[in-house]
């Protein structure tokens, strides 16, 4: 394996683009807290985490202490190993908002994965994801609660359910909770937004009761 943030050539598993990034002056992406606190939660060693997602003791340790910043890659892997998903990890690692504005030109503060960025912020019930330009996860997903994906502009393949989607600029599809799905951009200007009920939260379709 040659991930970078991994156990590759690096030999400490540290992303050296990461953490020069923050000379830049660019706000660092700080998940450390929100990681140390879901691996404690779990009763893990930072071993056991690195024997899940295949990244080296040194470089989660680099994360949890803020030294580090995880690609969105790596991210991912660390919360599949700690048993939940980027979305919420970057959630918790951020003060929540009753009111914030998102302008067109900020940035996500993921690196080195580009095209990524959050549009809600904060631990809330609603998760919103923009996703532009070639995408590519290489992964399936499966959430817990429902998730709708708007083409704003360009084209993606998507695979649920054992089908498979073409959708286009202006299309929606939505998927239900729990529902394994994978997806790709097809065109180098695509655009997506991706909205979701965040996975901490017990939907349930259960009807009103009376008098509500």
């Known amino acids: 394996m040659n991930d970078r943030d991994g156990k590759g050539d690096q030999g400490d598993g540290i992303d050296r683009n990461d953490k020069d990034a923050d000379k830049d002056g660019k706000e660092p992406l700080r998940v450390g807290v929100a990681v140390r606190k879901r691996r404690r939660a779990l009763h893990l060693t930072l071993a056991a985490v690195s ?14 202490n803020e ?15 700690l048993e939940t998903t980027a979305v919420e990890l970057l959630a918790a ?12 030109g900020d940035e996500s503060g993921l690196t080195p994965v580009p095209g990524v960025r959050p549009l809600v912020r904060g631990h809330h019930q609603l998760h919103a994801l923009e996703f532009t330009g070639d995408q590519d996860a290489g992964r399936e997903y499966q959430h817990r609660n429902d998730e709708l994906m708007y083409v704003v502009a360009g084209a993606c393949q998507v695979e649920a359910e054992g089908r498979a989607y073409r959708l286009e600029s202006g ?7 729990g529902v394994r799905h994978r997806w790709r951009s097809v065109t180098e200007d695509t655009k997506i937004l991706v909205v979701a009920v965040g996975d901490h939260i017990h939907a349930t379709s259960e009807p009103p009761s009376p008098g509500r």
Do not use: K, W
């Open 67 to 81: 030294r580090a910043r995880p690609s969105m890659r790596s991210l991912e892997r660390v919360a599949d190993a």
């Open 171 to 177: 299309d929606a599809l939505f998927l239900s909770g």
């Open 93 to 104: 690692s951020d003060t929540a908002r009753t009111v914030d504005l998102v302008r067109a």
């Open 51 to 64: 024997a899940r997602s295949g990244l080296s003791v040194p470089f989660l340790s680099q994360i949890e």
